[in-house]
């Protein structure tokens, strides 16, 4: 039974509020309309060519033409298809999830404790950071390989800010 004089409290527990989120996806440059026009400009080319060679007798040349289409149509739709992995990555002052989905909708799951986990990375003196690791105790599993060495080195950074934020321990302020 309840008296009405209770305090409610609906803060969340300091331990579950997240230190960092990310979500990477593979960049793609070309978007759905980019696609349908480089398709277009593609299929027109190919059959006004393939109409020249057609009027010359080279009958078979039209169909190749057809056929090369149809491979970068399938090349293209291959490459879309790989868009749709992700990985994400999330702290909280408990835990270090990583949640991989891959481009078949396989999705594999990952929880670290953020006090024992460190960063790794492979550098290459030209090209930059190669591979990012996380390791802990015998793990190590490899991290934001959708970005490249420019993006990897600011997301190290992040990253081992919001470790280090999750190892100094949630912060409590009885005030606000």
């Not at 026009?37 to 078979?60: H, K, R, Y």
Request: no cysteine; charged share 20%.
């Amino acid at each position: 039974m309840s008296t009405g004089n209770e305090i409610e409290r609906s803060d969340p527990d300091p331990r579950d509020v997240q230190i960092f989120s990310a979500l990477l996806t593979p960049h793609r440059s070309l978007n759905r309309a980019g696609f349908l026009a480089v398709m277009l400009f593609l299929s027109v080319v190919s059959f006004v060519t393939g109409l020249v060679f057609l009027m010359m007798g080279a009958w078979p040349v039209f169909g190749f033409f057809g056929l090369d289409v149809l491979v970068i149509w399938w090349a293209f739709k291959a490459n879309f298809r790989a868009a749709r992995a992700s990985e994400e990555i999330v702290i909280t002052a408990s835990e270090l999830r990583v949640r991989r989905v891959s481009h078949r909708g396989q999705v594999s799951e990952w929880t670290f404790n953020p006090l024992w986990v460190r960063l790794d990375q492979e550098v290459d003196e030209e090209y930059g950071i190669e591979h990012l690791y996380l390791i802990s105790r015998r793990h190590r599993l490899h991290i934001a390989g959708f970005l490249g060495p420019e993006e990897k080195a600011s997301f190290y950074k992040a990253l081992v800010s919001a470790l280090n934020a999750a190892r100094r321990g949630p912060t409590y302020n009885p005030v606000t």
